[in-house]
């Protein structure tokens, strides 16, 4: 591989002749090149027409209604030309723009401990010593890979978090092999309830943020009396001080309610967690109440409500109250 780019044409970009095969790692080199190219490419396209597109919006307001409209074909033309050039807006299934969301950065720090003693259940070291983890955790949702660097930061190196079609995937059988799902899930449609549907019913445990209005829905409380969740009823992680915050990629088309930031109208969430095994959900939970008593920025709760008691009992001292956007 390292012969391979000394050979490199500085003026083509493109390997010079060699008598031997591309390994994989050349493969994967040329990809990147290539990407990092139609990347550099698309952004440019899409500075010059949103420059267009500004212009002409202040061209209509001296001349005709055409002005508008032209403004409003150029920003389709800069989405599509974005579309071609960036790899995070050629998906492999259909996807509501608005879903287009990635998780705050602050909700797996809060599951941390979590999936570390997760793993030592599963029989993988989580030394204290080391941030490194093998755990094997899956991401069914995909947006723009981000989930893969946030975990990893935090030492989860093993993330499965693809381009494809979750439901496919199910459907067709080709689940990855892993240990933990830890997913935020489209709020759109009916994806949260496919979502849970599916974890009930994989015997594995999970870890999934959704918007605390979840556990009033309807189909929620019939899985409830139904039985689909064992003798270990679901428990929960949320924060204490400041809700979770997600951010549009800077691809993606934002709706007016989305910051220049892209960041989004905030949502109540919690981090819904449940383990098949009751003897193991009931050890879990004792040791992030333990966890909890050692830190103040997120609690554990059986209940929804038991979450907001708790943090406000937290917050009481310092008289804050929740935030629902940083200051």
Not at 84 to 92: P, R, Y
Not at 171 to 195: A, F, K, M, Q, W
Not at 199 to 215: A, Y
Request: proline share 7%; aromatic share 8%.
């Amino acid at each position: 591989g390292v012969l391979a780019c000394h050979l490199a044409d500085p003026h083509s970009g493109r390997a010079a002749p060699s008598n031997h095969p591309p390994s994989p790692l050349d493969v994967e080199m040329a990809k990147g090149a290539r990407l990092r190219a139609r990347l550099t490419d698309g952004r440019r396209v899409l500075r010059i027409l949103r420059a267009r597109c500004k212009c002409r919006t202040n061209a209509s307001r001296l001349g005709p209604p055409q002005a508008e409209i032209d403004c409003g074909q150029l920003r389709k033309t800069a989405e599509s030309h974005a579309g071609i050039a960036v790899e995070g807006l050629q998906f492999t299934f259909e996807a509501d723009p608005r879903d287009h969301c990635e998780t705050d950065r602050r909700a797996y720090r809060h599951v941390e401990a979590l999936l570390r003693h997760l793993a030592q259940l599963a029989g993988f070291l989580a030394s204290t010593d080391s941030p490194r983890c093998e755990v094997r955790l899956w991401d069914p949702y995909y947006c723009h890979g981000a989930v893969v660097g946030n975990l990893g930061a935090l030492g989860f190196r093993s993330v499965h978090n693809a381009n494809e079609d979750f439901y496919a995937v199910v459907r067709e059988r080709r689940c990855p092999e892993y240990d933990v799902l830890v997913t935020n899930p489209p709020y759109s449609g009916d994806h949260i309830e496919r979502c849970l549907r599916y974890c009930v019913g994989s015997g594995k445990p999970w870890c999934i943020l959704l918007p605390n209005w979840v556990h009033e829905k309807p189909w929620y409380k019939q899985l409830q009396a139904d039985g689909a969740f064992g003798s270990a009823p679901p428990f929960f992680v949320g924060p204490v001080k400041q809700a979770y915050c997600f951010r549009m990629p800077q691809w993606a088309s934002k709706p007016d309610h989305v910051g220049s930031d892209g960041r989004t109208t905030p949502y109540l969430a919690s981090w819904f967690v449940h383990l098949p095994c009751a003897k193991a959900a009931a050890s879990t939970l004792r040791h992030l109440e333990l966890e909890e008593d050692r830190q103040s920025d997120w609690v554990v709760s059986t209940t929804i409500g038991g979450l907001k008691d708790k943090a406000k009992r937290i917050r009481a001292p310092m008289r804050q109250g929740f935030r629902f956007k940083s200051v």
